[in-house]
C-alpha cells in the first residue's frame, strides 16, 4: 500500500470548497429535518405516586357512576402485582414488570362503578399515571377521594395523555434497559442494565436532565449523534476521494440506510459507538497518509492521538471499540513497516542518506510506540475507570469495578439465551433477519405502526457485493491498492470479523459498525472503475436515487408511522423479514 511522494502529499490535504459546504450542509440539515420528526413526545407522565405494599391505597372516585371498559396504566421503575377493587367488591389483578415500564398499559376495565379502590399486593409500584377510558373511547376523569394527597399525582397528567399511544409515548426494545439505566445514574440508583460499559448510558442521561424521563429526553442524544455522523462521512469521504460528488456518494447513501436511522432514533448504545469508531479510523486514515520521514514527526502525533482519543471513548461506551481498535493496530503498524522498508531499501542500494534515515526511524519508532502506549492504553483505561463516575458515586470501589467487568465478559462468553430474531454475522450483509422492534397496540384494524431495524437493500446488497468484487480485483491485480482501499478493508475485518467467530444470540443490528466500510469499500471499486471508465460517471448519481427510493419506500416499516397492513406485508420480499411479528 506504499503510495509515491506526490500521492501522499496529496492524500494528506485536505480542502474543503464552496461546494463541499453546500452538500455537507444540506445533507445534514435534510437529515435533521427527518430524524427529529416524530422522535418523541415531551409530555408523558413523570409525576407518579409509589403506592407501597401493605401500605394505604388510593381511592379515585367519579362525579357519578361510570362504565369504565379500560384503565392504562403509565408505570416507572418497579415490579409486583396491582390491584383495583370496585365498590361492589369486583376485583382486577395486574402483574406489573420491568419490561411494560415507561409505556401505558392496558390493564383491564369493564367496571361500572363511582369509585376504585388502587392498592399495592406486591412489591412498592411506582405508577406516574392512571387513565379512564369508556367503551365509546372517551376519557374518564377522576380524582382522589381518599388516600395519601400525594397520589393526587396518579391523575394530574391526563390531558396530555393520547388516544392511541405510539413509540412516540414510551419505551420500546433495549430501551427498556438504557434509557432506564441512564436514569438511574442520575437519582444514584443501583444501575439495572451492566453488561456494557456506562459511558453510552452516560451520554444518554445527559438528554434525560436537560428535558426530562420522556421519549424526548431518552432519545435525543442518540439522535444528535445520528446527525453528527452525516458531516463525519462527508469529510471522511472527501479526505479518501478528494472529490466533492464521491464524498457526497459516500455521506448520502450512509444518511439514507435504514439502520442509520433507526438506531440513532432508539435510546441504545450502537449509535455513540459506531460514531466514534468512524472518528478513529478517521485519524487513523490521516495518520497512515502521512510519512515522519517528510512530514516531520511532529505533525504525525497529532492524529495518532485524536484516533487514540476516539478510541478510548468508544471502548468505554461498547467493547466492540477493541474490536475497531484492533484495525488501528494493523494500520499503525503497518505504516511503521513501511517506513522501516524505506530505509531497508535505501540502506541495500547504498544510498548515502541511508545512515541518518535509520537513525531517524529508529528514534521515531521509540517514539510512536511510546505515543501509543499514552493514547491507546492509559488513556482509555483512564477514560473508561471516569465512565464508571456513577458507579463511584453510590459507593463502588475499583474491586466492585473490576467484579463488573468479570459480570460482563461472563454474560457475553457464556449467554445461552435465543431470540426469535437473532440470526448469524454471515447472515447479516444481504439482511436476511432483520430485528423487530416494536408494533403499537392501538391502531386500528387494517392500520399497523412498526419498526423493525434492518438495512437498506440499495446500500448494503450493492456493497456487500462491491466489497467482495473489490477483494478479487485485489487478487487479480485489476486494481491497485491505496490508502483509502487498505483502510476500508481493514474497517471491515476488524469490526466484522470477531461476530463470525462468535455463535451466541446476536442480531444484525451488530453489523452497524462494518456498515461505513463496506460503503467507503465499494465507493472506492466505483471511484477506480470511473477513473478507467469515465462514462460509469452516472452510476453514482443513479446510486443515491435508488438508495433515496427505497428509503421512502421502506419509511412506514422502519419508521413507526402507521401504515396498512397490507403495504407492510407487501415490503416482505424476503422470508426472514417480518414487520408484524415472527
Known amino acids: 500500500m506504499e503510495q509515491n511522494t506526490n500521492e501522499k502529499v496529496e492524500l494528506m490535504i485536505l480542502t474543503f470548497t464552496k461546494k463541499d459546504w453546500i452538500f455537507c450542509i444540506a445533507l445534514t440539515l435534510l437529515y435533521a429535518c427527518i430524524a427529529l420528526t416524530n422522535v418523541g413526545s415531551n409530555k408523558t407522565p413523570e409525576n407518579g405516586y409509589t403506592l407501597k405494599e401493605g401500605g394505604a391505597p388510593a381511592v379515585i372516585g367519579f362525579e357519578q357512576e361510570e362504565d369504565i371498559a379500560q384503565i392504562w396504566v403509565y408505570s416507572g421503575i418497579s415490579e409486583g402485582n396491582l390491584k383495583v377493587t370496585s365498590e361492589d367488591g369486583q376485583e382486577l389483578d395486574y402483574e406489573q414488570k420491568f419490561g411494560k415500564m415507561y409505556r401505558y398499559a392496558n390493564i383491564g376495565g369493564d367496571f361500572h362503578t363511582k369509585q376504585l379502590t388502587f392498592s399495592s399486593e406486591s412489591g412498592d409500584l411506582e405508577i406516574l399515571e392512571i387513565v379512564f377510558w369508556n367503551a365509546q373511547g372517551k376519557q374518564i376523569r377522576g380524582y382522589l377521594a381518599a388516600g395519601d394527597p400525594e397520589a393526587s399525582n396518579l391523575l394530574d397528567e391526563s390531558d396530555h395523555v393520547p388516544k392511541r399511544p405510539t413509540f412516540t409515548d414510551g419505551m420500546y426494545f433495549d430501551e427498556l434497559y438504557h434509557a432506564r439505566t441512564g436514569y438511574e445514574y442520575i437519582h444514584g440508583m443501583e444501575p ?91 485519524f487513523m486514515y490521516e495518520y497512515y497518509t502521512m510519512d515522519f520521514y517528510r512530514d516531520g514527526l511532529k505533525k504525525t502525533l497529532r ?121 448469524l454475522a454471515i447472515e447479516w450483509p444481504y439482511i436476511l433477519r432483520p430485528v423487530w422492534y416494536f408494533m403499537g397496540a392501538f391502531e386500528p384494524e387494517g392500520s399497523v405502526a412498526t419498526i423493525s431495524v434492518m438495512g437498506n437493500p440499495a446500500v448494503w446488497w450493492i456493497c456487500s457485493t462491491g466489497t467482495i468484487v473489490l477483494i478479487a480485483a485485489l487478487c487479480l491485480r485489476k486494481i491497485k491498492g491505496n490508502p483509502a482501499i487498505f483502510v476500508s478493508l481493514v474497517g471491515i475485518a476488524s469490526n466484522f470479523v470477531p461476530w463470525l467467530l462468535i455463535r451466541r444470540c446476536i442480531f444484525i443490528y451488530h453489523f452497524f459498525a462494518t456498515v461505513p466500510f463496506i460503503l467507503l469499500a465499494t465507493v472506492c471499486l466505483l471511484f477506480e472503475l470511473e477513473k478507467k471508465y469515465p462514462k460509469l460517471a452516472w452510476v453514482k448519481w443513479a446510486w443515491m436515487g435508488l438508495a433515496l427510493a427505497l428509503f421512502i419506500l421502506f419509511f412506514p416499516v422502519i419508521s413507526g408511522v402507521e401504515c396498512s397492513t397490507a403495504y407492510s406485508d407487501a415490503l416482505e420480499w424476503l422470508p426472514g423479514w417480518t414487520f408484524r411479528g415472527v
Open 192 to 282: 439495572y442494565e451492566t453488561v456494557h460499559p456506562p459511558l453510552g448510558k452516560v451520554l444518554i442521561s445527559f438528554g434525560i436532565r436537560m428535558f426530562g424521563m420522556n421519549p424526548f429526553g431518552w432519545r435525543i442524544m442518540g439522535v444528535m449523534f445520528g446527525i453528527f455522523m452525516v458531516p463525519v462521512m462527508y469529510v471522511f469521504g472527501k479526505r479518501l476521494f478528494k472529490k466533492s460528488e464521491y464524498a457526497l456518494l459516500a455521506s448520502f447513501l450512509f444518511t439514507f440506510d435504514f439502520m442509520h436511522y433507526t438506531q440513532s432514533r432508539i435510546a441504545t448504545l450502537d449509535v455513540f459507538a459506531v460514531f466514534f469508531i468512524l472518528l478513529m479510523y478517521y
Open 303 to 423: 492524529p495518532l492521538a485524536l484516533s487514540g482519543v476516539f478510541f478510548a471513548i468508544g471502548v468505554a461506551v461498547k467493547w466492540i471499540g477493541i474490536y475497531a481498535g484492533a484495525g488501528l493496530a494493523v494500520i499503525f503498524f503497518t505504516s511503521l513497516i513501511q517506513r522501516y522498508l524505506r530505509y531497508r531499501r535505501l540502506k541495500t542500494a547504498g544510498d548515502e542518506s541511508a545512515p541518518e534515515m535509520g537513525r531517524i526511524f529508529k528514534k521515531n519508532a521509540w517514539i510512536l510506540i511510546g505515543w501509543c502506549v499514552l493514547f491507546f492504553i492509559a488513556l482509555p483505561i483512564g477514560v473508561y475507570l471516569l465512565a464508571y463516575i456513577p458507579y463511584f458515586n453510590i459507593g463502588y470501589d475499583l474491586k466492585g469495578i473490576w467484579d463488573c467487568q468479570v459480570t460482563m465478559y461472563s454474560y457475553h462468553s457464556t449467554l445461552e439465551a435465543t431470540h426469535p430474531y437473532q440470526s
